[in-house]
């Protein structure tokens, strides 16, 4: 334990160590050391609160740790069924209580949206998160460095502009509307790499085929930019321009890695979709957890209520969200983090489609899908 020394030099006990030693049970849970105001110092989790808890008042303890029992002016825990809870919740308070003596989940991981907005000629454009209903988006997924550069070499390919959201617009169907030939407001239009619908330089369905390209690319649906890319590489390449054709190469590699970096991550997101059982300590009452695209979406016993089942099916019947907050995000980045630490886990996951057949009325159910998952999760979690 950590002795304190009084103002006569007698080495006394700290103040918290009895509540500990008096009320803690070797049991899961959360715990939270508190200030002189209420406010949340710490947020910490444990399979066994009692003697982690302990461990703060043993000699030697660390300067952050001896810091923190200098200011804290109490203690309190709550007691869950299991570890995984246990985790989950120390994830929650953190983000609700910003504990300063916390680091670990208190940043900001940093997530990315590519948005097609919803004008007249779209734009294409990265952004932290999405913003205007109605419009296309991509994401979340990791934030790779340079994104915006990327991005303004992908709209040059696909010919979508990245102008300014005030820049006018009128396409050549639309020409009664100026009452003269007018200048592109960028560069981009004069050397090519846009179609120039601010000049009246292209009608609205050949800015909407650029537009369409894009989308299909980012979806995964189409890969004629990459075959392009390859085909003006080859012909660069038989003409002996070698660093033209390493440029084409090394752009299409880009494209690609940006696409797989949305796809794959959206995959492995929705791959994640269950119900997980877990056994409780000490009671052993099973408890399941519905994740859905890696959130906890609800939790219940796994008792002998005749309508349990028809409670599931109505939680799993309630629509995701389009779009989520970046503390889902989080969530689901621990969810995955948990299965990839522990893919021994899945074996008792319950796929949604064995829903009311029985599944979860085993003491654990085999995942037939255990394998895929584990690099879903990986995929999620890296």
Known sequence: MTPLTSSAGVRTV??????????????????????VRGEVLYVGKSVHVRSRLLSYFRPGAPGKVSELLRVAAAVDWDYVPNEFEAVLRELRQIRAF?????????????????????????????????TACGET???????????????????VATGVRDCAAGTRMGFADQGELFGGARQPSCPRADLGTCPGPCAARCTVPEYR??????????SGEDDSLLRSLKG?????ASRHEFEQAAMYRDRAARFEGLRDEI??????LAGLSFVYRVPSIPTGDDRG??????RVASSFFFTEQPQLEERLRDALAEPAPDHVNDSAREEAFLVARWFRLKPEELARTIPFDLVGTGAWNRG???CPRSGPLEKRAAAVSR
């Open 263 to 268: 796809v794959l991550f959206r995959q492995a």
């Open 289 to 294: 957890y519905v994740i859905r695209r890696g």
């Open 14 to 35: 700290h103040p918290l160590l009895e509540r500990v030693r008096a009320d803690a049970e070797n049991r899961p849970g959360v715990y939270r050391f508190t200030g």
């Open 137 to 155: 988006v991509f994401g979340p997924f990791p934030a790779p460095r340079g994104l915006p550069a990327l991005l303004r070499e992908f709209a």
């Open 98 to 130: 910003r504990p300063s003596f916390n680091r670990h989940h208190r940043i900001d991981r940093r997530f990315a949206w590519i948005r097609i907005t919803r004008e007249p000629a779209p734009r294409l454009l990265a952004a932290r998160r999405p």
């Open 364 to 366: 654990s159910a085999t």
């Open 232 to 236: 003006r590489m080859d012909e660069a």
């Open 209 to 218: 085929e650029g537009v369409v390209r894009a989308i299909r690319f980012l």
